[in-house]
Structure formats: structure tokens, C-alpha cells
């Protein structure tokens, strides 16, 4: 796979509690020099990443929700969902409520989805699962649940507590929302085939910090 294809799956990640202002001008400042589909950053710096980006439209803003816990009441992730997309936001990244999954109540997080899919409107909405945390029967009950809750791609990681992406979480997501819905990949992708990796076990976006050594990895052709 070459460079500028990669690039195409990328979305360049600053989530840092310490994140700076500087740091999020540096991020989407190399994500337009290497083309990558997107930056993801927490909703407070949609602002500054929306002002930093400017007129390059081809550069998607991906806001967190909900992160990195995912337990606060649904009220705050559809008020925060609204305010990161009048901000600038072209894309949602929330953390469903891991806890209450586990507790067996599903409605409560299927209505917690839908609610933030519903504010977003026209915005996709992907969900982040925390894969590590779960097992195979849940990592594909949680994907077919979140899809069914009006989300359009299921996330592995916030590479927050739990662990990262894993090649076998991928495959098992991707099998379970066919083709025509989003898996991303994220916490833990450093090299470039970790990234190839990912990418053929069906992710269809990547998310990670490394970014520009994932790119060094690739072909320039």
C-alpha cells in the first residue's frame, strides 16, 4: 500500500489530558501535510482545530464524547455532541457506557447511542467499545447493538485503561456489521504493519498517535 493511500485510513489522534493549544495546531498542521483522512481530538479543541484547518475540506475533525469513560448521563453527551458539531465537528466519536453493558442494561445503552446519533443528524457516529474489555460474544453483540442504535462505525479503543485495537477484535467486528458499516482500529497502532495488519482484518479507518511513523513504514509510491 503506498503513502498517500494509507494516509486515506489515518485519523491523526491527540487526546492527551495535557494537550495543548500548540500541540493541536502541530496535529492538524501535519495531518494536512500528509493528506490523513482525520484529526481526533476531545470536543473542547474542535474550536481550534476547525480555526487551525481552515478552508481544507478534506480534512475531517473528529470529536470525542464521552471520553474516556463513557459513564456520565446521557443529557451531557447529546448537549456535548451538540455543541462539538456547531463547533465544527464532522464526525463523533462517543464512548458508550461500558459499565451498564456489563450490568445487562441494554436498553439504557442503546437509548445513551440513539440519543447521541439522533443530535448529530447528518454527522456519522461511531462507537467506541473498549474491545479489550470484552469477549468475543460480547465484542459482536456490542457491534450488532451499536449498529442497531443508528451508529455508522464501531470503534476498538480509547487506548485509555483497558488495552488497544487487536487484529482478532477487528476481524470479529467487521464480520458482524458486514460491509457496508465503519470498524475503526485505535490504541496501540505504532508501526506500519500494525496498520496493514488492521486494514486486512477490516478495519476501514485507523486511528493513532503515531502517525508519521506509520507513514515512513509505507511506500512513497
Known amino acids: 500500500m503506498t503513502r498517500t493511500e494509507l494516509a486515506r485510513y489515518l485519523d491523526h489522534t491527540l487526546l492527551k489530558p495535557d494537550a495543548t493549544v500548540g500541540d493541536i495546531r502541530k496535529l492538524v498542521e501535519e495531518a494536512l501535510a500528509w493528506d490523513v483522512y482525520?484529526?481526533?481530538?476531545?470536543?473542547?479543541?474542535?474550536?481550534?482545530?476547525?480555526?487551525?484547518?481552515?478552508?481544507?475540506?478534506?480534512l475531517a475533525i473528529a470529536a470525542t464524547?464521552?471520553?474516556?469513560?463513557?459513564?456520565?448521563?446521557?443529557?451531557?453527551?447529546?448537549a456535548e455532541t451538540r455543541l462539538a458539531s456547531e463547533a465544527g465537528a464532522d464526525e463523533i466519536d462517543v464512548v458508550w457506557n461500558l459499565g451498564r453493558y456489563l450490568s445487562g442494561?441494554?436498553?439504557?445503552?442503546?437509548?445513551?447511542?440513539?440519543?447521541?446519533?439522533?443530535?448529530a443528524g447528518s454527522i456519522p457516529v461511531k462507537v467506541i467499545?473498549?474491545?479489550?474489555?470484552?469477549?468475543?460474544?460480547q465484542i459482536r453483540h456490542g457491534s450488532q447493538l451499536a449498529i442497531d442504535a443508528g451508529a455508522h462505525t464501531v470503534k476498538t479503543s480509547?487506548?485509555?485503561?483497558?488495552?488497544?485495537?487487536?487484529?482478532?477484535?477487528?476481524?470479529?467486528?467487521?464480520?458482524?456489521?458486514?460491509?457496508?458499516f465503519g470498524v475503526k482500529a485505535s490504541g496501540g497502532i505504532g508501526t506500519y504493519g500494525d496498520?496493514?495488519?488492521?486494514?486486512?482484518?477490516?478495519?476501514?479507518?485507523?486511528?493513532?498517535?503515531?502517525?508519521?511513523?506509520?507513514?515512513?513504514?509505507?511506500?512513497?509510491?
Open 38 to 58: 482525520a484529526v481526533c481530538v476531545n470536543s473542547g479543541y474542535v474550536p481550534e482545530a476547525a480555526r487551525i484547518r481552515g478552508a481544507h475540506t478534506s
Open 65 to 78: 464524547i464521552g471520553f474516556p469513560l463513557g459513564q456520565m448521563l446521557t443529557e451531557a453527551k447529546v
Open 105 to 119: 442494561d441494554l436498553d439504557a445503552v442503546s437509548e445513551d447511542i440513539r440519543r447521541v446519533v439522533d443530535v
Open 129 to 137: 467499545l473498549e474491545t479489550a474489555r470484552l469477549t468475543p460474544e
Open 158 to 180: 480509547t487506548g485509555f485503561g483497558f488495552g488497544g485495537a487487536t487484529v482478532e477484535a477487528v476481524r470479529l467486528m467487521r464480520e458482524t456489521v458486514g460491509p457496508s
Open 195 to 221: 496498520a496493514i495488519a488492521m486494514i486486512e482484518a477490516g478495519a476501514s479507518r485507523i486511528g493513532l498517535s503515531k502517525t508519521g511513523a506509520v507513514l515512513e513504514g509505507a511506500h512513497p509510491g
